[in-house]
């Protein structure tokens, strides 16, 4: 599907430009942006296809992802040195439109991973094709985070894995009883987009045990 | 083995405990709690698969295991969330118990990582059996501390990894030369169980360099 | 080649060394030493491995590699352990030596890991061939840090991960065209090993966003 692979795109530029500022603000050099970058932009699709045993995982046959991301963490790079004594002002603006394209990224990349389960015919397991969209979604936020040596995000706040999980569900029991794949891609993606933009919004977050006082951010 | 069944849910449990635990100190939400408690339980045994080609991993294969991590660590939160005034004394009582289980999964774990080199009949390759019972039973607790932003427990205190790779290099032995694999089973289990339990009384450490005098705890 | 053999075992001595220079520094026990310098010299070849499918892993039929880099740990535990008082001393000491022989590690695992590509037949993907070589060369390191709770070094520092890239680009096109492997070995290890040493005597580092005054170091 055309569109599929242009929100593709868009995820894999959101997702680069994520990783980008993470990156800077870790202090890493412009290699570290780059990789950082691009290994939060594809590092999702890597885990999956590991997980299934599909090697060389398929990013490496589709080098013009990787361009993408490149260029994104690149332009990100520049734009914080250009503007590296306005770097907060810069961050807040890029990263406030950032979270509806990031949106869209997680809806992409969850309905791509869950339909290579049906792809490779292991969609017989639910539970494996559900974990499939859930990772290729979240697992480049994990090597992002994990690599800059702060806790994953996704475990700290707002509902991110879940939305994920959730269109991965809904993508999943529709697409089973469907030929079509379009029908479940775009039900499963508004749905992914919507629970995304509503909880940035209204800052939903999960329950958390406080320890302290100062913990009541 | 229905023993060994019963004491894999027994591990399963208990290392799903220590990684909710740490994820609460950690200052995870519910959904971070949740899937350290489970990466802790599965996290080995996911490893060792990749290691060995067999994808997709068991886990996936074996939904019930998940969703005993999953009550577990659910459990822990709420307990946490309840009594998070008196989280320390809690933590302390559980833990306290916990020790036991812990070393009846480490054990569980480590000797059917083992067993898995003799059932894909690569038990020729010694060092690969021992690493795969070893990491089978330590891997979990890898993947709590790198996700929770700790250095890994395993590399700093008591003699919890060497535990296993005594386990493992017994059992491979005695499985080598024996076709029951219960004989070995039991042998390894226990002799992992009580290094454990008797590193813990009397906390028996590995020596280490202690580079400055506040680091003589 | 005898050569590279000889040259992979120089570069699996660095690398251990390095990994329990790190390791020390990290308060770890004398298991969390041995493991930590064993994963930096064997880890960049595991996760080459995993990538293409090539399970388990060469390692862990080349146990002998396992084993110096075992020795190599084991020394640095015990000189640091003598000296402890001395530890700053002597580590800058080692590591001006070992910076040397890092860099022939670096060029060994790299020429290596892009010949891998050659060697199973999917050299036609430049890109991966390319990746291969790099992940060898760098991944152990990755590793190392990951696990002892630090920011990658190659994501910071000097020109590390850039020598191995372009040896690797230049292993690939010489080879691609070349029938023997010890031209384009030589010409790309004599290249990663330059690259690297006058990176670390002029200090040359990749342009990074300073964010605030503290940053200038």
Redesign the interface.
Known sequence: MVVLKILEIVGTIAFAVSGAFV???????????L??GCITAVGGG?VRD????A???AI??R?YI?FVALGASALV?LL??IH?KD?DKIQKKVEYVNTFFDAVGLAAFTVMGTEVAFVNG?HE?A??SI?LGMLTGVGGG?FRD???????Y????HVY??ASIGGAVVYYFIRYNVEKAWIPSLIAGVLIVTIRMLAAHFRW???????DED?KQ
Chains 1, 2, 3 share one sequence.
């Open positions: 990156a800077i603000k870790a202090r890493l050099d412009l290699f570290g942006v990789f950082i890597i590991l997980l299934i045993g090697t060389p995982p490496f046959s080098a990787l790079f914080a040195y590296r770097f292991i397991n539970f494996l974990a994990i994990v690599l800059t040596d702060t806790t994953p996704i475990f700290k706040k894995a879940l977050s999960l329950p958390k045990v406080h320890l913990d």
